[in-house]
Nanobody
Framework: LQLVESGGGLVQPGGSLRLSCAASVISIDMYQIGWFRQAPGKGREGIAYISGSGDTWYLDSVKGRYIISRDDAKNTAYLQMNNLNPDDTAVYYC????????????????????WGQGTQVTVSS
């Protein structure tokens, strides 16, 4: 399974971006998809997860501003990011975790076996 992120870039504070995560498998419906980010000088943190059945989880700092979704027919997951601020500046990664559970699960970062290469998001005026 290979994952490819796209959609990053430079945006002004208050702006929006939509990231995409395209998977190279026949179907991603048995995979939980997660979005992570790593800011300069900081560790990687999970920010949004979506299970195969559509259950979602968000880190408190992005709740209400970010929306994770998936289109299994296109083998693609998305992260809509609104009302961005400079603290959102980071490299954003998507990852996949095989799970048949309807609710999201919380493996440690090192437990996610499949990762994309990352896409840079910079929020600056």
């Amino acid at each position: 399974l290979q994952l490819v992120e796209s959609g990053g870039g430079l945006v002004q504070p208050g702006g929006s971006l939509r990231l995409s995560c395209a998977a190279s498998v026949i179907s991603i419906d048995m995979y939980q998809i997660g979005w992570f980010r790593q800011a300069p000088g900081k560790g990687r943190e999970g920010i949004a997860y979506i299970s195969g059945s559509g259950d979602t989880w968000y880190l408190d700092s992005v709740k209400g501003r970010y929306i994770i979704s998936r289109d299994d027919a296109k083998n693609t997951a998305y992260l809509q990011m609104n009302n961005l601020n400079p603290d959102d500046t980071a490299v954003y990664y998507c990852a996949a975790y095989l799970s048949r559970l309807s609710s999201v699960v919380f493996p440690p970062s090192e437990g996610w076996p499949f990762w994309g290469q990352g896409t840079q998001v910079t929020v600056s005026s």
